[in-house]
């Protein structure tokens, strides 16, 4: 309808003026909106996609308010508004005409985000008139709240017409035809109010209007959508010199019942106001939980943020369960690899009821799939699972089971996903380690063609994987299975060191293989390198080809080729040696751009260093030459656990120089610009670092305790983490470093927990509360329970 006359009437309705004098009962959202957390979006970005989010339903479109055909995984379909398992609507779009002046709501002149709504505005000098746009999603709800202000700034009065038209797409997720999900026509019926559109071969429906009755409506075909519909909304309007009027909109479905759509569009339509405020307190809340205060003003923006993005990613689908989903716009649905990083950080922030869902959800879904234990990779929403499980994600499953124990202290968490950790780890060995060296054949993290002998990252989480094993049986007081398991586990930790470790790349291998697997690899990675025009690493390859042919072997044995950021994890578990692991890390800081690290070494170039700029993909989806916030915040771990936080800050700030770069308020997957706008590992790679690591909390929920032993980088003279919640207890920590004069302030909500104090070795005072001191190495250790513990250096 966007800049076009308008049409003969196909449904006339009673004529009704909206008046701006009219009575009015509902109030501007933009009320909510001004004493809350907002980032301005960038005008060069305008053209870039944005997203509104609850757990049953989100939008995603363009900043500049319109939306265009968005997405890879279902080719231009992953815009609009979903509710998984279906698709409602491709988009929709709105327009005023006043004195003949066609003014379209698709090219916004700035985007502002929320934590829990969006707001675009349109300028139209001709006619002195400007417009916000404004959306959220209500919590729990199927259904978007959309409400136009329009701004007359005029000393006349305006009228015109208002016209709201809805592409109505109802189709399935992605693998739709898997669970006999068949895409029928859509059809419209006009009820007086609202149009009502159902998908004729399903019982899918779209509800969308406002709270006026229109002048008149229209109904045409969807042009982006074969078997969509698109209507219209057409309204006269009067508009008082400098004046301020409200047009309110409500889109809701269901993909089981009218009934059901006819319920959401009714509670979001008559309780906006209050479902907002609601929503706006709730988050509130969620920043308040794990809150950072530190000297880095951008970074500690991005911390809180991030707790934003992780509720974005909630998706709930009644009929399979809740999860967070890995990625928007394209990856909503739930993978086992993602939530294992994720969850880890979930849990730092204080996001338990969500943390559990999702490995319900997981455990029980790859129970009944595969029934031995091993993790699925991807399941779309619904219910159809796309990868059964790569190798890594079984044992990844194993250690976030006992990170998330050592959180929650529930006894009756762990004897419940303890079977699923026994199944796998021995799935893991008997089904995948063909020649008996405890090191599982299969693909890892890195998809790349060929890649799935012995890998690195495959052996590492292996490997932590059976010392947590070993933990959580003695947890459940089986010594024998623990001292099975940790015996592995230690022989493990040696054979990483002594058969993955290569003295001439300083480096882990990528992978233990035959020379024919390698040769193979090294010539598909030689047109990878020449084709990105890569040099240094052409020349490599073919020095390493050349070495392997001039001195062959006919066992397999270990091969730095791709320079992936997975040889980082030995270090990111703690497996590595000191002096290995200061050399390796030395090493990957040459696979680095300002963003971070580089996913497959070889695609840097000496630029690399030096590049700001956006990420520009190829036209067909692709990581080739990318730099993620995954290898990235695994570097920060990898560098923390060897004493170097400045190391590991260096690698945060990478990554926060991409807060807001593209969209106001999130982290690309992919630094700076591409890929999924809002990503669920990120959490992994900032909290982790941070809460873990930084402030150095180790929680021991399970014996009432928590144990805290800092390591800060030196920029942070002072530094502060509240209400961190694990267990039945909340713990908050203030520290100061200045000039050497070291104070540390924790306090507990629950009195009864044991709290531990580890700090270098120095001559300390406790300024409040009560502790036993000893020492041990070169550190004091302070241990008491109470509301507060104070502890000061000695003056």
Known sequence: MQGTPLR???????????????KQTVQPISRLLQDSDSIQGKLSYLESPFVT?????????HQDGSFPPLGWHIKGEMGGIW?????????????????GHVMPFNKASEFVNYPFANKHRFEFDEEDISVERIQFVPDGKQGVFVQYVIHNNSKETKTGKFQFNGQTDLRPTWLGERTNMIDGKDEATFD????????VSNPWFSIFGSEQTPDLTLTHENPNAANGVSNTLIYEIELPAESNFILNFTIAGSYTSLEDAKKNYTSIQNNFYSLAQEKKERYSELASKTKLTIPDKDLEQAFTWLKY???????TIPEIGTGIGAGLPDYPWWFGVDSEYALKGYMAIGRED??????????????????????????????AVFNEGNINETPQFASLIWEIYSWNGDKEFLKRYFPTVQKGLDWLLAENDGNQNLFPDGFGMMEIHGLNSEMIDVASYT????????????ELEQPELAKKYQALADTLKQKINDEFWSDPFGSYADFIGTDEQAIHLIENAIIRADTLNKPWAVKELQATKQQILDHPSNQPRPFVLYHNWVVNTPMEMGIADSSKAFTALDNAKKFTNPFGMFVTGIDRDESAGKDMGSFKGSKVFSYTGAVMTLPTGVQAVAENNYGRPDEALDYLKRMTRTFSYAIPGSIYEVSPDYGMVTQAWNIYAFAFPIVRQFFGIQPMAQHKTVKIKPQMPSSWG???LENVKIGDNEISIWYENKDGNLQMKVEQTNPNWSVIVELPQDDYQIVQGEAQITSSGNRTIFTGKGTSLEISKKQ
């Open 8 to 22: 003969p009437i196909l449904l006339l309705t009673s004529i009704f003026l909206i008046a701006a004098c009219s």
């Open 53 to 61: 989010a609850g757990d049953r339903i989100y939008m995603v479109g």
């Open 83 to 99: 509710d998984h398992p279906i698709k409602l609507m491709d988009g929709f779009d709105a327009e005023m005409i006043i004195n």
């Open 192 to 199: 007086g109010k609202k149009w009502v559109v159902k998908d």
């Open 309 to 315: 993005n992780c509720d974005w990613l909630v998706r």
């Open 354 to 383: 969500i943390v559990e869902k999702t490995i319900q959800l997981l455990d029980s879904v790859s129970m009944v799939l595969n029934g031995n234990g091993r993790i699925l990779h991807e399941m779309s929403t619904n219910g």
């Open 463 to 474: 490997q932590k994987a059976f010392a947590d094993a070993a933990q959580m049986a003695s």
């Open 718 to 720: 002072h530094a502060s």
